[in-house]
Each structure stands twice: as structure tokens, then as C-alpha cells.
């Protein structure tokens, strides 16, 4: 008796304890996964223990040894890092970490590791410091003595500048890389090596003017990199001035600086106001051409200041705050730009407001349609919706009613999840959109319109679409764009299906450029269909060719597509059908909001 009792009592502290670890059930699978050597499982799930418990360095550290059982080495050394920050104590982490820095060519945060480590008494560490920071003293010792015979000599300051920031001599480091610089200031990457350095030593002011310069130049790469190590802010005229200091034969930065002090002169002298304002208009378009939205704002709003009335300008800002995704701010400037007399600038400016005052109001009604016709089911399949939406006050979030349509013209024809036949009445919670990607809940009744029969469902999912380059209704250019879906679907027997559809093409003309405002698209599609059940009809990918096309003449909201594709089955167990298949699919897509 009392050893059942002692017995229960041990089993439910196991519980308890099993039960206060959220981390408990990934890692009991990550060891699992790792004695069958299951390595892409093993490191799945204990990044799903990490997500549960974030502050625990052993996991960490167990997830940078099955990294590297597959070779990741950067990835493991990350995790190695962090596990180091977590507990400063490990030095085995920290060794790890050393040896995968130097191996990955971060010899300098090597090197400072193995000090730390080795003045702990550490013969490891001593030998490993040894190794790396010998090497380092002799070839400055060699080019140091180089520089004595030939103190031009540019090469010997560069390779100097190089081994003393890899040894932690800063002031070494950045005293030969400026005296390089001098020598060869076409060697524009040592303007960032010399602005890296002044910023580790804690020279924030000299480092600002080293990269602004950097950043404004003939070499792409190094203005890139440069750019990534300034303040996402504009700099301010004392930072450009400074940075002349530095590069004072930079054409652009110089530049940059007139358009700037024009820009920002707000009391010019009679006579001078018109070529100011447009100095700070073509300054924002080059910024705008360049991707520099932040500081095609600034000038936009400086030409806006000193020209109120100028709807081009104002027209430019609403698209301008468009792309920082500020659409509060966006439409502000549209609706202001829509009130212009030249009619193309309101027709532009209407068409932008239009397009995003739906969610801005409080309620909106949406309808959309999708008929379809599908060669390989030799079947006429039409989805739609409507639907009214209320917006909840400051959050993004919207509840809804709707019904929904599902069916075709032949019956369910074995293709019952193609076509349900039937209409679904639905509520819902959906999320605004954030960089593409929204979410959505909803619980209804499904009725079928033959029979009569009603089921209740459940749905939800995640959405995510993107688009890059030209697409339908502007320019004539390439394209790409991937709409994703992932769905939960309460009635096949509650799976979660994920629906990628991507496509890469050819705009032809611009909308305005044809007669009847015709504009095409051509281009090849890249569709997967798979789910968490592995069932048949779920997965699968297709790919082949396919062109859509709009025109002014018929609704806005419509397009046509047609699309040829040729499409292979995951999974063929159950499947009645070949494993493979043909299909002509073409149909048109109609929606429109209120």
C-alpha cells in the first residue's frame, strides 16, 4: 500500500513537472527524431522548444550540434552564440563558438573569445589564441617595418589597416586606413573599412562621415553597404558638410547638399522660389527612382511647403507615403491631389483614393466571383461571395456575414472538394492586411442547394500575396507575383491545405497605351496544392503557360485568364485517376467593394 502510494506520488510530480516545462513535448521529440538520425525533424522541433522557452541555453546549444551534424556552420555558430549570451558562464559554448568563428572568417571575434577564455586558465584557448594572434604580430611587425623604408607605399598601409583591426588595434587600424585612403581615394571601400573601425571605437560623429561619403559615390556595392551601416534617418547638413571634409572631390555629395540647403530654404529671394521648388522636385524624383523613399519624402514635403497649391506634388506624396506603408497619410494627399483641374492628375489621384478609403470606413460591402471552366473535369465550376464587414474601431481587425457559393454545372461528379454544391452562410473575424499577409476566422452553415442537407463548418487561415515588378494596370515590364493560402477546413475531417499559385511573365502595354485601354499579361505558372493529411486530390503541382487580360471597356474588377497546365499527383495512394494530367482552364475573375 504504501508503496503505491509513494508510486503515485512520483508519477503525478512527473506530471506536475512535465507540465510546468512548455518546452517538455518538442524536446522529448527533438531526442526521439536525433536516435533515428532524423535531423530535419530534430531541428524543427527544437526551435519549436526554443520558441516555447527562449531564455534556456541548453537548447540552444543542442540545436547548434544538429546543425552542424548537417553542415550548417554559420547557423550553429549563431546558435552557439546565443547560447553563450544566455549563460557567459559555459566555456565549452564559448570555445565552440570561437572555432566556428574562425572557421567562418570572423577571425577578430575569434581571437577576442579565446583571450577571454584563455586568461582563465584555458590551454585550449591559450593554443588557439596563440595560433591566430602570432600570425597577426608578425605581419604587422613585417608591413610596419615596410612602411619604415616606403611610407607611400599603399599597399603596406592597407594590409597593416587589416591585421590590426583583426587584432582589436583600432587606432592602428583606422590610422592606416586613412592614410590609405589619402593615397588612393578611388579605393572607395576603404571609406567604409575606415567608417567601420571609428565606429567601433566609439567615434560616431568621424564613422557618420566616413560612410556618408561612402554612400554617395561611383560604386554601387560599397555605397550599399555603406548605406547599411548609417541611421535609417536622413543626415543633416552639419553630417554632409563633414563628410566633404572627408571627400571633398565628391561630385555627388556636394550635390546632394545644394538640392538639400534649396530644399530646406523656405524664405527664398524674389525671383529664386520657382527654381528652388523645382530643384526639390527633381531631387525627390531621383530619390524615387533610386528607392530612397525616406528621403523622397523630405523633399517632396519641402516642394509641397513652398508650393502649396501644386497637386503634382501632392499626388507624388500620396504615393510616396503609399509605399512606407502609411496609407492614413496616403490618402490624405490623394484626396487633396484629386481636387487638381489638370484631369489626369484628379483621374489618378480618384482612382488611388478610391482604392483605399475601403479600409478606412467603418463598414464595407464586398462581392467577388470566380467562374471557371476545367478541361480535365470537362466541368463549369463557379465560386463567389458576399459580404458585409464592420471595422473594429482602432484594431485591424473586421467581423463579417457573409454567404458563399460553391458549385457546378454537372453535380459533385466525385470532385466534392472542387465543388460542394452548395451555399454557406458565415460570420467571421479577418485582419487587416500587413505587408501582404492577413488572417482570418469564420464558423457558418453549409446548405446544399440539390438536397437540401445542412452541415455545419468551421474555417480559418493565413493569406499572403506579393507582388515585384510590373503589374496588370501599370507599366509594360516583367513581373512576378505568388498569392499563398494556408487553410483549416473543420469539414475534410479538420486538415490544413496549403495553396501556393506563383507566376513570373510579361506585361504588354500599359492600360492607357491600346485601344479600348487592352493591356495582356504572358507568363508561366508555378502552382503547389499539398495538405496535412496527405490526401490525394490535395497533392499535387502544375505548371505550363498562361495569359489574362482586362480591357477599359468592361467592368474594372474584371479579368480573364486562360491557362494550360500540366500538373503531376504527390500522393497516389486511393487515387481512381492517372498520375498525372492535362488541364485548359479559363475562366474570368469579377470583384468589387462599396
Known amino acids: 500500500m504504501i508503496r503505491a502510494v509513494i508510486l503515485a506520488i512520483a508519477t503525478c510530480v512527473t506530471a506536475l513537472g512535465q507540465a510546468a516545462d512548455p518546452a517538455y513535448a518538442p524536446l522529448e521529440k527533438a531526442f526521439e527524431a536525433l536516435r533515428s538520425r532524423n535531423y530535419d525533424m530534430v531541428i524543427d522541433s527544437f526551435e519549436r522548444a526554443i520558441a516555447a522557452a527562449p531564455q534556456r541555453a541548453d537548447i540552444r546549444k543542442n540545436l547548434a550540434y544538429a546543425l552542424l551534424k548537417i553542415g550548417e556552420t554559420e547557423a550553429a555558430r549563431d546558435q552557439f552564440a546565443e547560447a553563450m549570451r544566455l549563460d557567459s558562464t559555459d566555456q565549452h559554448v564559448a570555445l565552440e563558438y570561437a572555432f566556428l568563428c574562425y572557421e567562418t572568417k570572423q577571425q577578430a571575434i575569434a581571437r577576442r573569445v579565446f583571450d577571454r577564455l584563455r586568461r582563465t586558465g584555458d590551454k585550449t584557448a ?19 617595418a615596410a612602411l619604415a623604408m616606403s611610407p607611400d607605399n599603399f599597399s603596406a598601409h592597407e594590409e597593416l589597416a587589416r591585421l590590426a583591426e583583426q587584432r ?9 586606413y586613412e592614410r590609405a585612403w589619402r593615397l588612393k581615394p578611388s579605393e572607395r571601400s576603404l571609406l567604409l573599412d575606415l567608417g567601420r573601425v571609428w565606429k567601433a571605437q566609439g567615434r560616431q560623429e568621424d564613422a557618420m562621415s566616413a560612410l556618408l561619403a561612402a554612400s554617395r559615390g561611383a560604386q554601387p556595392r560599397v555605397a ?8 535609417s534617418r536622413y543626415p543633416y547638413v552639419y553630417e554632409f558638410q563633414n563628410a566633404i571634409k572627408i571627400d571633398s572631390s565628391n561630385a555627388d555629395l556636394r550635390r546632394e547638399l545644394a538640392d538639400l540647403l534649396v530644399a530646406m530654404n523656405h524664405r527664398p529671394v524674389l525671383g529664386e522660389a520657382p527654381a528652388r521648388i523645382e530643384n526639390a522636385k527633381t531631387m525627390a524624383e531621383k530619390s524615387l527612382k533610386a528607392g530612397y523613399l525616406k528621403d523622397a519624402l523630405r523633399y517632396l514635403l519641402a516642394a509641397q511647403e513652398a508650393d502649396a497649391d501644386d497637386f503634382e506634388v501632392m499626388l507624388k506624396l500620396g504615393w510616396t507615403y503609399n509605399m512606407l506603408h502609411d496609407d492614413r497619410d496616403a490618402i490624405r494627399w490623394f484626396d487633396l491631389a484629386s481636387q487638381s483641374e489638370d484631369p489626369g492628375i484628379a483621374l489618378e489621384a480618384a482612382k488611388a483614393y478610391k482604392n483605399l478609403k475601403p479600409q478606412f470606413q467603418r463598414f464595407r460591402f464586398t462581392v467577388w466571383a470566380f467562374p471557371f471552366y476545367s478541361s480535365r473535369w470537362r466541368d463549369a465550376f463557379g465560386y463567389g461571395q458576399v459580404k458585409e464587414e464592420m471595422k473594429l474601431g482602432g484594431l485591424p481587425l473586421r467581423v463579417y456575414l457573409g454567404a458563399r457559393f460553391i458549385g457546378d454545372t454537372r453535380g459533385t461528379i466525385g470532385t466534392e472538394y472542387l465543388s460542394e454544391s452548395s451555399i454557406i452562410f458565415e460570420v467571421g473575424l479577418s485582419t487587416a492586411a500587413w505587408r501582404g499577409l492577413s488572417g482570418w476566422a469564420e464558423a457558418g452553415e453549409s446548405v446544399k442547394y440539390v438536397s437540401g442537407a445542412a452541415i455545419i463548418r468551421n474555417r480559418g487561415g493565413l493569406s499572403y500575396a506579393k507582388g515585384f515588378g510590373h503589374m496588370m494596370g501599370g ?42 485601354g487592352f493591356q495582356a499579361q504572358l507568363y508561366w505558372n508555378y502552382n503547389l ?29 474584371m479579368l480573364f485568364s486562360v491557362n494550360f497546365l500540366r500538373g503531376v499527383y504527390l500522393a497516389n495512394e486511393d487515387n481512381p485517376r492517372r498520375p498525372n494530367f492535362f488541364d485548359l482552364r479559363a475562366g474570368f475573375w469579377y470583384a468589387f467593394t462599396r
Not at 582589436?168 to 592606416?176: K, N
Not at 513581373?479 to 479538420?494: H, K, L
Open 126 to 144: 591559450e593554443d588557439a589564441f596563440q595560433n591566430i594572434d602570432k600570425p597577426l604580430a608578425e605581419g604587422i611587425a613585417r608591413w610596419t
Open 168 to 176: 582589436d588595434d583600432l587606432s592602428l587600424a583606422a590610422e592606416h
Open 529 to 557: 496544392t499539398t495538405d496535412r493529411l496527405k490526401q490525394y486530390w490535395a497533392n499535387y503541382v502544375e505548371t505550363g503557360p498562361g495569359i489574362r487580360f482586362k480591357s477599359a471597356v468592361l467592368p474594372k474588377g
Open 475 to 516: 507599366l509594360k515590364g516583367w513581373f512576378a507575383e505568388s498569392n499563398d493560402d494556408g487553410v483549416y477546413v473543420s469539414r475534410f475531417q479538420n486538415d490544413m491545405l496549403l495553396y501556393s499559385q506563383n507566376r513570373t511573365g510579361y506585361t504588354f502595354a500599359s492600360a492607357e497605351d491600346l485601344l479600348g
Open 224 to 231: 550599399e553597404k555603406a548605406r547599411e551601416l548609417l541611421p
